[in-house]
């Protein structure tokens, strides 16, 4: 699983046929802290997230177990919105 703040979407007209009906997403991954990490990622929306949401995504396998994802040619999804992130100070 990753952290990753949604930097945008992406429009295919032609694809997968698997794929239709299904919203891609450009994510910018980020530390537990905040701060952006580099490269993006496009995944799958199984969850509605929204412009600059605080997202959860998983990839491979992972990816197609989730809901709405079985048989389809993904490698990440988007599984998770997160209201709050709390680390331990050690």
Excluded: N
């Excluded at 703040?5 to 450009?26: Q, Y």
């Excluded at 530390?31 to 199984?46: C, N």
């Excluded at 993904?74 to 998770?80: A, I, L, R, S």
């Amino acid at each position: 699983m990753i952290l990753a703040r949604v930097a945008g979407t992406v429009v295919a007209t032609r694809k997968d046929p698997r794929l239709e009906g299904k919203k891609l997403l450009v994510l910018k991954p980020v530390s537990p802290e905040g701060k952006p990490e580099a490269g993006y990622v496009v995944a799958v929306d199984t969850v509605g997230a929204g412009s600059r949401e605080l997202v959860i995504a998983v990839s491979g396998s992972s990816a197609r177990m989730a809901e709405g994802c079985q048989d389809r040619p993904v490698d990440t999804v988007v599984v998770g919105i997160v209201d709050e992130v709390s680390l331990d100070q050690a």
